[in-house]
T-cell receptor
Framework: EAGVTQFPSHSVIEKGQTVTLRCDPI?????LYWYRRVMGKEIKFLLH????????ESGMPNNRFLAERTGGTYSTLKVQPAELEDSGVYFC????????????FGPGTRLLVL | EDQVTQSPEALRLQEGESSSLNCSYT??????LFWYRQDPGKGPEFLFT???AGEEKEKERLKATLTKKESFLHITAPKPEDSATYLC???????????FGAGTTVTVRA
């Protein structure tokens, strides 16, 4: 069974530019989560999808962040315009709907905003 | 708000030298406590889930235990390949998101 995949693995952009991160969850996993780790801090929750619906977006830092999950499959997280403080590692995780337990994480996207 | 505190921040061990990592938590009704391992440049890799006080789980040289206020991850006779950052996270009842601690970075020297 393929794990959670994320693209790109690294991204370096300038302040003010737009970046889109992609996450493909494990097949059959209805729950999809985005988390972020900024330098020196712990991993923090951003938002949670159940299929294509946003269940909880309480962790989204501001309206420069937009997450979508088309057709309940892959998800994108767009940052527009990017600011310096958006630098960090963005992780995606997924879990089965009926068994809301283990969240399996992807390798992350390392974002650097210059 | 859920709080998770891990100690120590870093742990250097000699191969074969057993030790324990601590995870103290405050949560409004615990659904589950999770241990993950993270290697440099990779995502967290699931190790264990604990649900209630008194529960224990084992995997190779690792053993996780849970009380009402904390969890311990015991590493018995560690090997260099056990070097990693170990993350603790809690999930509150009625919630889906994980709240993470900052992690303990373990280095095992041969």
């Amino acid at each position: 069974e393929a794990g959670v995949t994320q693209f790109p693995s690294h991204s370096v952009i300038e302040k003010g530019q737009t970046v889109t991160l992609r996450c493909d969850p494990i097949s059959g996993h209805d729950n999809l989560y985005w988390y972020r780790r900024v330098m020196g801090k712990e991993i923090k929750f951003l938002l949670h999808f159940v299929k294509e619906s946003k269940q909880d977006e309480s962790g989204m830092p501001n309206n420069r962040f937009l997450a979508e999950r088309t057709g309940g499959t892959y998800s994108t997280l767009k940052v527009q315009p990017a600011e310096l403080e958006d630098s960090g590692v963005y992780f995606c995780a997924s879990s089965r709907y009926q068994l809301v337990e283990t969240q399996y994480f992807g390798p992350g996207t390392r974002l650097l905003v210059l | 708000e859920d709080q998770v505190t891990q100690s120590p921040e870093a742990l250097r061990l000699q191969e074969g030298e057993s030790s324990s990592l601590n995870c103290s938590y405050t949560v409004s009704g615990l659904r589950g406590l999770f241990w993950y391992r993270q290697d440099p440049g990779k995502g967290p890799e699931f190790l264990f889930t604990l649900y209630s006080a008194g529960e224990e789980k084992e995997k190779e040289r690792l053993k996780a235990t849970l009380t009402k206020k904390e969890s311990f991850l015991h590493i018995t006779a560690p090997k260099p390949e056990d070097s990693a950052t170990y993350l603790c996270a809690v999930q509150a009842r009625g919630d889906y998101k994980l709240s993470f601690g900052a992690g303990t970075t373990v280095t095992v020297r041969a």
